[in-house]
């Protein structure tokens, strides 16, 4: 339970000693099942987001009583198979000892709105088929199945002006 715990949420930009351990997150997650990406790889791709905090790309990393937690992207054109979607939230991931406290959805709001005030309209995401109904919460729609380097998911949007 979070009541009793310190929530907050920076931007990369400002802590980036933990780059380390979300480039090791991300790898266990999305990259160790492919021979063709590094530890070293992934950590370049988080990198990409540490010295932003008022343009895209960046990250946001959560951090509950000052551990860190989890973190969340906002990206350009993340699917390269559809370049007509401009930004996008992804890298959303919260540390297997902080999950089931609703950190994602923290993270998802606090991405939604950082996303309106650099002006973007329209917020695209891909979700593996279990996290559907999380981003539906969010009032993410769905438009239409994808193949993601291999991996099924739904591609969803939010009209971050409605």
């Known amino acids: 339970m979070l009541i009793d715990q310190n929530i907050t949420i920076k931007y990369l930009a400002d802590v980036p000693e933990v780059s380390h351990a979300i480039a090791e997150w991300y790898y266990n997650e999305w990259g160790a099942h492919d021979e063709n990406i590094t530890r070293e790889y992934m950590h370049e791709i988080v990198l990409q987001k540490i010295g932003n905090k ?4 960046l990250s946001l990393v959560l951090f ?3 551990k860190l937690a989890g973190v969340a992207e906002l990206k350009y054109r993340e699917n390269k198979n559809f370049p007509e979607y401009t930004h996008w939230l992804g890298g959303i ?3 297997s000892t902080f999950r089931g ?9 606090s991405a939604k709105t950082v996303a309106q005030a650099l ?3 329209n917020l695209y995401l891909q979700a593996e088929p279990m ?18 380097f291999g991996i099924k998911t739904t591609i969803m949007m939010i009209n971050l002006n409605q």
């Open 64 to 66: 509950v009583d000052e």
């Open 101 to 109: 406290l609703g950190l994602s959805s923290k993270l998802i709001q």
């Open 119 to 121: 002006d973007v309209q």
């Open 93 to 95: 991931f919260i540390a």
């Open 131 to 148: 996290n559907i109904a999380l981003y539906e919460k969010h009032g993410f729609k769905k438009l239409h199945t994808a193949d993601h």
């Open 54 to 57: 008022d343009q895209i790309p």
